[in-house]
């Protein structure tokens, strides 16, 4: 599975490093590609394993607002 | 001894921990106040023990840029 993300407040590499660590460590993400000056993130994952709600906690806990 | 340094490039609140971390990691500097918004971050320190131009190599290490 694909989605992306819109995320509020990425500012620089630390904060793509903050999300990107955040989504990996959840298990069942697979793969997490951060477009920083767009504010979106690209997660591949097992949607047998993760949902996306989790995807959204994780960005929240790091500080940053995700969108709708 | 106490001085300021006009640093460009710091955006968030992971900037300005990277920048506190480096200083404070020097020997000799005893004090760090990072100003995000106005880029300057405040330093005093015995100069006995730190140079500037060691202050900001440290700054520049972490992908900062130090203004003239």
Redesign the interface.
Known sequence: MQTTIDVR?M?????EQ?VKGALTALNGVEGVEVHLTAGKVDVTYDDAKVTIAAMRAAIEEQ?YDVVA
Chains 1, 2 share one sequence.
């Open positions: 407040g500012t620089c590499g630390h904060c903050a500080g």
